[in-house]
């Protein structure tokens, strides 16, 4: 057997490096064609061409290089609202695959506890869920099963600092200087787990019906008419086939501003491909199938009677002990992961959290108050009345007479004022709550 020099050996023309799983062991293999990029993809998110790393462009819905100018096309299978669902079974989970398909590691947060999934090199200061900076890097955990559909993001930086500036800017109730906070490089992109329910749902409702009837009587020998309510059990169908309600697979995301934004076009799922990740950050899901299925059920009951209540108020505009049972069936599951831009932010001492949707741009999140405009709107609102009430009712009543159906008037002013005062109260308190 010939000796060979390593020191002087040199890879065959068309080879280059490939990844090894052995540290200090160096790989050479056939450089990939064209068309087996995507493959390569699989594998690696450096860019075949000149070995940087590469990342999914929104804007180019492509893997790219901005070294040296490389485009990969996906070639990722739009599926759709055709996406297969599986059943609530064992088998179908373990049909699943482990992990990302792609070496990253988790960025975790000491004070949260989020697990952030990164390429190999990719850090960040502060966890963009808590705004903490308590974060370090360790390996990833593969205890997640493997998504099998995405939506890819599609909201370039542009747009997206716009629609910052537009939610974070509008409001009279909020500082002047929030609008300042409106920058792309304070939010993350994070593809997160989501859960996507399908079920038909057999119900009945029951509920005292009011039906308005004339009646007549007699006062001081004339007749006269009143309206009286006559109530009645009565009961329904409650049936309703729910399509693509999602519940988020994290924790770490507040279910109510999630709903805000949930509006995704999920007939634009695509394939599963790690290239897709590339340049991104994801996270696995830390909510379970059954505990999002639970939540998922709590919702779809919520809808239904809600619907099936305002149905029974449009016929007669009087409904009572409104209840309602439902059974499920035809249950189904898919497991995918949606594009969001999240931040977390501090502004006086307290932490607030916004979502945009990667797909349709859409801004929902917490906003801290300027309670000093508050208290002043509605001191503003009862003032009037006070000076109706107090100052002009008590000289009239002096002088005309009449002071008393003044003083009448400024009281329901002031109930008035102050029934709109705490409708104004309630809408800060959401604005600021998660």
């Known amino acids: 057997m010939r000796d060979v020099d390593p020191d002087a050996w040199t890879p065959p023309a068309d080879f280059v490096s490939v990844p090894s799983t052995v540290d200090g062991v ?5 450089r990939p064609a064209e068309d087996d990029a995507s493959a390569w993809a699989l594998q690696s998110t450096k860019c075949p061409q000149c070995g940087a790393s590469a990342a999914f462009d929104p804007g180019a819905g492509a893997l790219t290089c901005r070294f040296c100018g490389y485009v990969q096309e996906q070639q990722a299978r739009t599926v759709g609202t055709a996406a297969e669902q599986n059943e609530f079974t064992l088998e179908a989970l373990r049909q699943f695959e482990q992990g990302w398909g792609v070496e990253r590691r988790e960025l975790h947060c000491s004070d949260c506890g989020a697990n952030l999934a990164v390429e190999e090199g990719g850090m960040t200061a502060t966890c963009p869920f ?40 509008k409001g009279w109730m909020f500082p002047s200087s929030l609008a300042q906070l409106a920058k792309t490089d304070k939010f993350v992109g994070i593809y997160l787990p989501f859960w ?33 309510i006559r109530w009645k059990w009565e009961s329904g169908g409650a049936s309703d086939t729910v ?25 634009a799922l695509k394939e599963y491909a790690p290239a897709f990740l590339a340049g991104w950050r994801a996270m696995t899901y830390d909510l379970a199938l059954p505990e999002a299925w639970d939540r998922g059920r709590a919702r779809m009951r919520e809808q239904n009677r809600a619907t099936n209540e305002a149905q029974a108020q449009r016929r007669t505009g009087h409904v009572r002990s409104f209840t309602m049972t439902a059974d499920f069936e035809d249950e189904r599951w898919r497991y995918v992961l ?18 945009v949707n990667g797909q349709t741009g859409e801004v929902a999140g917490q906003k ?9 709107a509605i001191a503003a609102a009862t003032t009037p009345s006070i000076f109706v009430g107090i100052c002009l009712a008590v000289p009239l009543t002096l002088f005309a007479g009449i ?12 109930l008035g004022a102050l029934w709109w005062g705490w409708g104004l109260w309630q809408r800060a308190l959401d604005a600021e709550s998660a």
């Open 26 to 30: 160096e790989l050479w293999g056939p």
């Open 196 to 228: 996507v329910f399908d079920a038909r749902m057999d119900g009945i409702w029951r509920a005292q019906i009011g039906h308005p009837h004339t009646v007549t009587y007699w006062e001081n020998g004339k007749p006269k008419t009143r309206t009286e």
């Open 130 to 169: 808590c705004s903490s900076n308590h974060v370090n890097l360790q390996e990833a955990t593969q205890a997640g099963i493997r998504p099998k559909f995405l939506i890819p993001f599609a909201v370039k930086t542009d747009v997206l600092e716009k629609n910052l500036r537009t939610f974070l800017g």
């Open 403 to 414: 002071g008393f159906v003044v003083m009448i008037i400024g009281f329901l002013m002031f």
């Open 338 to 355: 949606l594009p969001m831009y999240v931040s977390a932010y501090v502004y006086g001492g307290k932490t607030y959290q916004v979502l």
């Open 368 to 376: 801290p108050v300027a309670w000093w405009r508050i208290a002043a």
């Open 243 to 267: 399509k693509g309600l999602l519940v988020p697979g994290t924790t770490k995301i507040s279910a109510k501003i999630a709903q805000r934004v949930e509006g995704f076009e999920l007939g």
